[in-house]
Structures are given as C-alpha cells and as structure tokens.
T-cell receptor, first 112, second 112 residues
Framework: KQEVTQIPAALSVPEGENLVLNCSFT??????LQWFRQDPGKGLTSLLL???SQREQTSGRLNASLDKSSGRSTLYIAASQPGDSATYLC???????????WGAGTKLIIKP | DGGITQSPKYLFRKEGQNVTLSCEQN?????MYWYRQDPGQGLRLIYY???????QKGDIAEGYSVSREKKESFPLTVTSAQKNPTAFYLC???????????FGQGTRLTVV
C-alpha cells in the first residue's frame, strides 16, 4: 500500500532564505506527483505537477524534483517571502482510478 | 474562468439531519473526487466518479452518499449515519488522462 510522508511537519525560517520541503513515497509505480499549497481555511492550489518520466519542474521561485527510483521529491523555494507561509502538501497519483495518495503536509512559516 | 465551485462555504448540521454539499466544475473534467480533511491528517478519499452515472467508494465512504447525474456536478450528502461529520470537505476534479488535479475552496461542516 502506498504511503506518502512529508518531513518536517513544520518549518519556520527567516524571510529571504532558500528552503527545501521533502516528500517521500513507498511505491514507485506512480503516474505523477503534484505539489499543492493550502492557506488556512482554504482549498488547495496546485503549484507544480511532475510526470513520472520527468526529473523536475519549475515555476517562478519554485522548483520541484522527482527521483522515482528512490521514492523522493523535493520542493525548493528560493528567496522565501512571508506570503509563502502556508501548508504544503504533496500527492502521488496511481492506479486505474487515478487516485491521489496524500502526505500530511508541511506547515511553513516565513518570519519577516 | 474555469474552475471548481463548492457551496456553501460554511454549513451547520443538527444531530440526525442529512445535509448536501455542492460541487460544480466547468473544466469539462471526467473525474471528480470528494475528500475529507481533519486537523493534522492527510486528505482522505470519500467517493470518486470517473464518468457520469458511475461512482465508487473511497477509503471512508460510510455515512456518505453521492450522485453524478451531470458531468459538471458531483454533490455529496452527509447522512445521519456519519457519526463524526465535523470536518473540512474538499472537492476535486481532473481529466481522466495524466493531468493536474484542481480543487474547490472547500466546505466547513460543523455539527451543532
């Protein structure tokens, strides 16, 4: 059974720092991996989607990598800003029903 | 603008009452999903539908029911059989192919 783990559960860093969020999964038979952001009391906003055949995707200050063989993905945030404060979730898609399997998230706080 | 609309944003349920959460999408996606989110836990799948007039139970379907009479609509009913319904409910959709999942803004259900 697929298990997705996100470490750390919470992270607090000063503004301007570069940081890395981690996501690991136990079964490499995935279609893709998606990173989301969730603000308190809000829905999820898709940040980056990496297909299983890809190694990385970039959008602005965000860069996500995927190493399927080792079951790991990282989300790199450059030059962090207070507006980046949110919970970041990763999910892998697998199976004939294209189900998403979720990590519990990393709560990120960027201190001004 | 294309997207997913959930309503209402907040919903209060009395003991023994059934309530229905609305989810509408204009993205022309075949697949739609309902998730439940509790504090400190990952998202858990309640029901999903890959095509009109067809749906399947997810991991925590007991006490919930759905219908998929139209491609754009996937309402979720929380029945009186659901003993602990207080949670944040999220609706999502995606194409049946290997594409990005999109989410609504969520409905917060509270039992009073």
């Amino acid at each position: 059974k697929q298990e997705v783990t996100q470490i750390p559960a919470a992270l607090s860093v000063p503004e301007g720092e570069n940081l890395v969020l981690n996501c690991s999964f136990t079964d490499s038979a995935i279609y893709n991996l998606q990173w989301f952001r969730q603000d308190p009391g809000k829905g999820l906003t898709s940040l980056l989607l990496i297909q299983s055949s890809q190694r990385e995707q970039t959008s602005g200050r965000l860069n996500a990598s995927l190493d399927k063989s080792s079951g790991r993905s990282t989300l790199y945030i450059a030059a962090s800003q207070p507006g980046d404060s949110a919970t970041y979730l990763c999910a892998v898609r697998q199976g004939s029903n294209y189900q998403l399997i979720w990590g519990a998230g990393t709560k990120l706080i960027i201190k001004p | 603008d294309g997207g997913i609309t959930q309503s209402p944003k907040y919903l209060f349920r009395k003991e023994g009452q059934n309530v229905t959460l609305s989810c509408e999408q204009n993205l022309n996606h075949d697949a739609m999903y309902w998730y439940r989110q509790d504090p400190g836990q990952g998202l858990r799948l309640i029901y999903y539908s890959q095509i009109v007039n067809d749906f399947q139970k997810g991991d925590i379907a007991e006490g919930y029911s759905v219908s998929r009479e139209k491609k754009e609509s996937f309402p979720l009913t929380v029945t009186s059989a659901q003993k602990n319904p207080t949670a944040f409910y999220l609706c999502a959709s995606c194409d049946r192919a290997n594409t990005e999942a999109f989410f609504g803004q969520g409905t917060r259900l509270t039992v009073v």
